[in-house]
């Protein structure tokens, strides 16, 4: 508080001094804050700045598509959620907290999701990308519905994660993460390896095994004592907040398209909270996210027997019809 700032914004409400939005046509981020000002494409106003980690494909799938999966989603049961939102889940069950992990209810997706899955292998970011949860989102305009700004957990979810957008378009609202990397296990993510090259190309296999085996043995030759370790820790929790640009905090919106895919990764995904405000959601909104895992749970990492088990259910796709006795 006693360091000078060119501006008293913080958290995710900015002036447009600092808050910027995110042009998917140029991938550019322009100042602003109404989502749909990245529609003016090619005219913005202002200087852009870049925010790598980012990919948004427009029309990811047709509009009779969208009916038909919208149809087939409200046939299926919806679990109450947080937030005012509703959910349905397909994955192992997960306690971040205690790093627990159970996967004998898991047993794969929904048949009318295949073609979702299957048309990943057409974006480049998600060049290898193996589903390990699907989880549906529904938003309700009525019990005021959003998303409080997190990171996703860095546990045994990895790099990439892919968001459907369905019903309407709303907005992604980023906020640069000034917290200890004890929280949200992000910690663990000092030890993996970028799934992306500088180049923007998907590093393949082997050359993220090697990566993570070297990456795996520096950390064991360079292991602290226990209490130097809680020290650093303590010290992130006291460390003054290091802002993003020229000295001051931004936030940055991404739009979400209604029927498009959205693919955060790097940096995007680590060093950045992100949330959707009650305000972005004007009416029904439903989603589908999913998740990879991370190297720990590959053929080559320390879990790779549980990993294993995850891989082979998410193999798996049944008639929902059946699975839920709705022809009964």
Request: with cysteine; net charge neutral.
């Amino acid at each position: 508080m006693y360091h000078p700032r060119p501006c008293g914004c913080k958290g995710q409400r900015t002036c447009l001094e600092c808050s910027y939005v995110y042009c998917p046509m140029c991938d550019l981020a322009w100042p602003g804050w109404e989502t749909d000002s990245w529609k003016v494409h090619p005219h913005h106003q202002g200087e852009p700045i870049r925010f790598p980690g980012t990919k948004i494909v427009l029309d990811f799938i047709s509009e009779e598509e969208e009916r038909e999966l919208l149809t087939h989603i409200d046939e299926v049961p919806w679990d109450p959620s947080q937030s005012g939102r509703r959910k349905q889940n397909y994955g192992p069950k997960c306690n971040f907290k205690k790093r627990r992990v159970r996967t004998e209810t898991f047993s794969g997706y929904p048949s009318f999701t295949k073609f979702i899955q299957d048309r990943f292998n057409k974006v480049n970011v998600l060049k290898g990308f193996q589903t390990v949860e699907q989880c549906s989102l529904d938003y309700s305009l009525e019990k005021g519905a959003s998303i409080d700004p997190h990171i996703d957990d860095c546990w045994i979810w990895g790099e990439r994660i892919p968001t459907l957008s369905l019903l309407i378009g709303s907005t992604l609202t980023m906020r640069k993460f000034e917290g200890p990397r004890t929280k949200y296990n992000l910690i663990d993510t000092e030890g993996y390896p970028a799934v992306m090259r500088e180049d923007g190309i998907v590093k393949e296999e082997k050359e993220i095994e090697m990566e993570f085996r070297e990456s795996y043995q520096k950390r064991n030759e360079s292991k602290k004592p226990k209490e130097n370790l809680l020290k650093d820790i303590e010290g992130e929790k006291n460390a003054t907040p290091s802002y993003s640009r020229d000295g001051k905090p931004y936030v940055l919106r991404l739009p979400m398209p209604q029927r498009s895919l959205l693919v955060l990764y790097g940096p995007a995904r680590y060093n950045w909270e992100h949330g959707i405000l009650r305000e972005d959601i004007p009416s029904r909104r439903v989603c589908i996210t999913y998740r990879e895992l991370t190297p720990t749970y590959l053929e080559y990492g320390s879990k790779a027997e549980v990993g294993a088990e995850i891989l082979k259910a998410s193999k798996s796709f049944w008639d929902h019809r059946q699975h839920y006795g709705l022809d009964i």
